[in-house]
């Protein structure tokens, strides 16, 4: 129940009490398209800049500054019509160099899309200290033609922490708003630009100090792969030190008044993530829940499901990892989901499974099309020649096992539990 909650406008700011708040972004919009808002948070210095890209927090990657701050749901359909993210921050877990996080949200920059936040009816910002708002902004978009604004932030002052309502917009999306924090964006493609002509050489001048270091920031790539119908597959090219650590997260819609990620959905639906893999030596199993086959990432399979997240409570939900630097090791891994208990409801899952593969973009895979059966094939991942094949898959089975003779997996299966 709220009680007592802070009404800020532009400009204002509160005390903030709690040790790790949570930030509730609430958006509603008669346009379809403007259902998906992107919601980021950036870890400042003194100077007002990230020192690193760990510390740009966005869906394509949705943990950062060493776990302090976590991108938990986002775009959840709240049931009244709008749409929720919500942003963990661990504010006595950031060093003591961090001056500021601030959030934001971006639309689409899609010129055929003309999405602006002018067209967003209602947009609410919350710093919620366990389930209760203790301050709200409601922020003022009527009219606004920018398609990115930095909605608040949490800084220090005089050793405590406190919140500031902003509103501040930007054109051009998420990109502009990144390098105003002095994020680097990685380029979809080199420009087509002439080259400038080369000037005549100068006299050389005389000796110079050299310059103070300059700090780098690595660059970020803000797109987004979406595997569907048109295009159900990516080739990842060949790296002679393996892929690194491999990330595998399953997101999907829940009740509007549970939190968390994972965990039960109505009526009781327990959904979960596993994948069937199979090595270059022949050896090949499953990794889930079910059965406590949880896998291995450092040794054989190479595979590993981090933890089994029953209760919806874990502030990033279930992932997979895969030990891209034994890729050579590994021929193929076949993702999956599946409803443990309660009747099969794709249809109100809305699941989206994400591959985060380092240097490379986020891979979407949405679980559309469903079918009133227990478990999705979501996507199968080959190594062909070193090559990494992402192929999306989509399709529906009465169980595990019979989804592995579909794909010729030759496993022989037995029922299972998580108790």
Avoid at 186 to 211: H, M
Avoid at 289 to 310: I, Q
Avoid at 361 to 376: F, H, K, N, Q
Wanted: charged fraction near 20%; glycine fraction near 12%.
């Amino acid at each position: 129940m709220e009680s007592h909650v802070i009404e800020l406008t532009k400009g204002g700011n509160v005390a903030v009490e709690a040790a790790t708040p949570r930030v509730s972004i609430r958006w509603r919009a008669s346009d379809p398209s403007l259902s998906e808002m992107d919601v980021s948070a950036f870890v400042l210095r003194e100077d007002g800049r990230v020192s690193g890209d760990a510390d740009m927090i966005f869906y394509g990657q949705p943990v950062g500054a060493g776990g302090a701050v976590c991108l938990e749901q986002a775009g959840r359909p709240t049931g009244d019509g709008g749409f929720e993210t919500t942003l963990l921050v661990r504010l006595t877990d950031l060093p003591p160099e961090v001056e500021r996080v601030a959030v934001s949200g971006s639309l689409s920059v899609d010129p055929a899309a003309s999405l602006t936040f002018g067209r967003v009816e209602e947009l609410d910002v919350a710093v919620l200290h366990g389930d209760s708002a203790a301050c709200r902004f409601r922020v003022p978009v009527g009219g606004a033609s920018e398609t990115a604004l930095i909605l608040g932030e949490f800084y220090r002052r005089n050793g405590a922490w406190k919140f500031r309502a902003i509103g501040q917009g930007f054109t051009g999306g998420l990109a502009p708003l990144a390098r105003h924090f002095g994020v680097v964006i990685a380029e979809d493609a080199p420009s087509d630009a002439a080259p400038a002509p080369i000037p005549l050489p100068a006299p050389a001048p005389p000796p110079a100090p050299l310059p103070a270091p300059i700090r780098t920031v690595p660059p970020v790539s803000l797109a987004k792969i979406t595997l569907s119908k048109t295009q159900p597959s990516i080739d990842l090219t060949k790296r002679a030190d393996g892929f690194g650590e491999i990330r595998i997260n399953l997101n999907w819609t829940r009740p509007a008044n549970r939190g968390g990620l994972f965990g039960r959905m109505a009526k009781g639906v327990d959904l979960d993530v596993g994948c069937l893999y199979q090595l270059q030596n022949g050896e090949k199993g499953t990794v889930q829940a079910l059965g406590n086959a949880f896998g291995a990432y450092d040794k054989s399979p190479y595979v590993a499901l981090s933890g089994d997240d029953r209760t919806g409570a874990a502030a990033d939900g279930e992932w997979i990892r895969i030990n891209g630097r034994r890729w050579s090791d590994i021929r193929r891994v076949l993702l999956y989901a599946y409803i443990y208990e309660g009747a099969p409801n794709w249809a109100a899952t809305d699941g989206i499974a994400t591959v985060y593969v380092p240097a490379s973009s986020p891979i979407e895979v949405r679980l559309d099309d469903g079918r009133p059966l227990s478990t999705c094939a979501i996507a199968l991942i080959e190594n062909t020649n070193g090559t990494m094949r992402i192929s999306r898959q989509i399709g529906y089975f009465n169980g595990q096992s019979e989804m592995s003779k579909a794909f010729r997996w030759g496993l022989t299966w037995k029922a299972g539990s998580k108790d």
